[in-house]
């Protein structure tokens, strides 16, 4: 069965940095979409950004755009998400997964912004 490991998450003040890490167990495909999502206090998850494993074409919700940066690793079977200028509302716990999300979730890595 496929698993995903996240890391990285940390608590982090306001205009601080973060890079988040996903390494599947699985061989992706070049056909295959990633992406992060987040899921807030109290909310639902939702999607954040994707990149096209095969040629690095990324997606990214209007509020993070130009602050996040996704990216992959193809030998590794990784995929990255370079956080900055980061806001109390960025707080959460932050999954990844294909585009759409068929993969089994891993368990997330939580990223606090507070000070």
Not at 4 to 26: D, F, M, N, R
Not at 67 to 83: C, E, G, H, K, P
Request: charged share 15%; net charge positive.
């Amino acid at each position: 069965q496929v698993r995903i490991v996240e890391s990285g998450g940390a608590k982090v003040q306001p205009g601080g940095s973060l890079k988040l890490s996903c390494v599947v167990s699985a061989r992706l495909l070049s056909s295959v979409a990633m992406g992060w999502y987040r899921q807030g206090p109290g909310t639902q998850r939702d999607w954040v950004a994707t990149v096209n494993f095969g040629d690095g074409g990324t997606r990214y919700l209007n509020s993070v755009k130009g602050r996040f940066t996704i990216s992959r690793d193809v030998d590794a079977n990784a995929v990255y998400l370079q956080m900055n200028s980061l806001k109390p509302d960025d707080t959460g716990v932050y999954y990844c997964n294909g585009v759409p999300a068929v993969m089994p979730w891993g368990q997330g890595t939580r990223v606090t912004v507070s000070s």
